[in-house]
């Protein structure tokens, strides 16, 4: 009786280790799960390339979004992280840019076009110095502004 408490014991914690060891491999430390990916929103603001290099950095890409639920996912995890999204100066940078050519946009890395059209109205303005994509609004829809302005940025990885 003794052998078979102290083994169902055992498998008891065996079992709650494998549990914890799933959570654990599913996003890095500091990534949260959301829908089919994980994603990192930095706390402070910098310029498109340096968002790029921290991405990089914890080897993850930056944000795109692959549909329209994926942004709803997110505007409620940053309204969960108590970031507001209403204004330009709360936008977040995207991975998305036309640096290489005006009005290509493409997504860092891969070079693929953006999944879906995304742009808020009146978006993306075209004059040559706004190759950068950041959202911000209710929706989190596109818009393009100068790699320079410093913005939080979201990074993310696909779940392991
Ligand atoms: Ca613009």
Not at 105 to 112: G, L, P, Q, V
Not at 129 to 152: F, M, P
Request: charged content about 20%; some cysteine; glycine content about 4%.
């Amino acid at each position: 009786m003794d052998r078979q408490l102290s083994y169902s014991w055992f498998l008891c914690l065996v079992l709650s280790f494998a549990a914890t060891e799933e959570k654990t491999i599913r996003c890095a430390q500091g990534f949260a799960a959301l829908g089919d990916k994980c994603y990192l929103v930095s706390l402070e603001k910098a310029s498109w390339q340096d968002a790029l290099r921290r991405c990089h950095a914890l080897n993850a890409n930056m944000l795109v979004f692959d549909n329209v639920i994926e942004a709803d996912y997110l505007k409620s995890y940053l309204n969960r992280l108590g970031l507001r999204t209403d204004d330009y100066v709360q936008a977040l940078w995207t991975s998305l840019n036309d640096v290489e050519r005006v009005g290509s946009f493409i997504i860092e890395r891969t070079s693929k076009p953006m999944p879906f059209n995304n742009w808020e109205v009146g978006q993306p303005q075209l004059d040559g110095t706004e190759d950068c994509v950041a959202i911000y609004g209710s929706t989190l829809r596109y818009h393009d502004y100068a790699c320079s302005n410093k913005y939080v940025y979201v990074c993310t990885t696909p779940l392991s």
